[in-house]
């Protein structure tokens, strides 16, 4: 292709990512219009027809440059099952969102297998994993998250693909890959990745790792035992024993240190400014302020002692696995709307504890609500239905935080019964959070955390 030819293919391609990039589920503006688009990595995997161009795109989203990976793949004949992949067509051929293509997708894992480097991109084989599949042709994807797009080959792997990228050490290979060092049974061991650099710093594109087969999803359990009236508090009691367990292993890991007063301190002023920022956006926060920063003035004046340490950051029924042999915890990259060095610092483990809590209730109000789609990562509205009755939602929610807690302390962890005020300033961070990503992106789900904040 000619260089005004190869130009006019990326102008075309850039206005056709500019229409679709804002309609895709994991892009954090969406529906808005992208008045400005830039690609600033294209690297060919594979020539001829199927074509796979990895590209990094760049567009300023809320006053920061944000960056998106989306594997392209190119096509003179699209078939019937990629054309909900379909970005746009530029002189008779077909470019699409490769990851629904299984035949790119073995090209992404034969690369990591064989640690190819393709331009400024590594792909990397842990060399502790077992033998990969051979190839792309039984890959599924899975679509249900709301950040990251999944591909699972055979029954024992899974490449995970970021799409919005962010550079330095991304916590969910650097945790993952810790705590299978130290042989945890609580999380999924990496098999390989994929990386590069920008600006002078490395950038985590992919993470493949183990893949639980026959595991099921803690929310999808949650709502199935609401919606069955089966108790749900035996499950709660052992994964409040895994979250004990995941928190030791991370401590060995990463270490803890205690907090000072000046730390306790600086903890409170960041709840206070987020609040003042949720409120700026939902001024319904408003009638709740002060109550909220009472439990938040009340982290300042803790005189028992608090430790901080790696946590998973962002904690709930979604982000665990119930396999085989117990509870797994899964994607451990934290909040992405935090900052990557606040992701990877040190937090009180009652955090996730807090986010755990506060996922109990979602589910059974979330039922209360109607029902939706079958998890907290999906965008669908609730579309109405039957539910546990408000008393026994309220029972289930109490029955399940109970045993949680309980699992908690009797697997090491801090007691959160000694722990109150600390666990419930932390409990309305997290709801003011939820009411902050619900108003931007699921209005419809807004009045879940918010009728909690109402009632806390």
């Known amino acids: 292709m000619g260089g005004r030819d190869a130009t006019d293919a990326n102008r075309a391609l850039l206005d056709m990512l500019a229409g679709w990039l804002p309609r895709q589920r994991w892009f954090p503006g969406r529906g808005a219009a992208l008045s400005e688009l830039s690609i600033i990595s294209d690297i060919s995997l594979q020539t001829g027809y199927p074509a796979l161009r ?10 920061g440059l944000a960056r998106f990976q989306v594997p392209v793949g190119l096509r003179p004949e699209l078939p019937p099952s990629l054309a909900n992949a379909l970005i746009g067509y530029h002189d ?9 293509d299984p035949e790119l997708a073995g090209v992404l894992l034969r690369s990591i297998g064989e640690e190819r480097l393709a331009g400024q991109i590594r792909f990397v084989r842990e060399p502790a994993a077992p033998a990969l599949p051979a190839g792309g042709e039984g890959a599924r994807l899975l679509g249900v998250e709301q950040s990251n797009t999944s591909l699972v080959f055979g029954a024992h792997a899974i490449l995970k693909m970021l799409r919005r990228l962010f550079p330095g050490a991304n916590p969910d290979l650097e945790v993952a890959d810790a705590l299978a060092r130290l042989s945890s049974a609580r999380v999924a061991a990496p098999f390989g990745w994929i990386e590069t650099d920008l600006d002078g710093e490395p950038v985590l594109l992919g993470v493949l790792s183990q893949f639980l087969a026959g595991a099921s ?35 060995r890991a990463f270490g803890s240190r205690g907090m000072t007063r000046a730390d306790l301190a600086g903890l409170a002023d960041g709840m206070h400014a987020k609040l003042s920022d949720a409120i700026e956006l939902v ?15 009340a982290v300042a004046e803790l005189a028992g002692p608090v430790t901080v340490q790696r946590i998973h950051g962002d904690y709930h029924l979604g982000q665990v696995l119930r396999a085989q042999h117990g509870w797994v915890a899964l994607d451990f990259e934290g909040e992405p709307a935090v900052p990557l060095a606040v992701r990877r610092g040190a937090a009180p483990a009652l955090r996730d504890v807090a986010g755990m809590l506060r996922s109990f209730d979602y589910a059974a109000r979330h039922q209360q609500v109607g029902r939706g789609d079958t998890r907290p990562e999906a965008d669908a509205p609730p579309r109405g239905g039957a539910g546990p009755g408000a008393d026994a939602a309220v029972a289930w929610v109490r029955q399940c935080q109970d045993a949680f807690c309980a699992g908690y302390a009797a697997g090491g962890g801090a007691d959160p019964a000694d722990h109150g005020r600390l666990l419930r300033a932390l409990t309305l961070e997290k709801a003011v959070y939820e009411v902050v990503y619900e108003y931007r992106h699921r209005p419809a789900w807004l009045s879940i955390p918010l009728d909690f904040v109402a009632a806390a």
């Open 54 to 63: 990895h590209l990094i795109v760049a567009t300023p989203l809320r006053g």
């Open 92 to 100: 008779g051929v077909a470019y699409y969102d490769a990851l629904h």
């Open 217 to 251: 999803d803690g929310w999808t359990l949650a709502l199935s035992s609401l919606a069955s009236a089966r108790p749900f508090a035996d499950e709660a009691r052992l994964l409040g024993e895994a979250t004990a367990e995941l928190h030791a292993d991370l401590a």
């Open 283 to 297: 001024p319904d926060l408003r009638r709740h302020e002060a109550r909220i920063r009472a439990a938040y003035d």
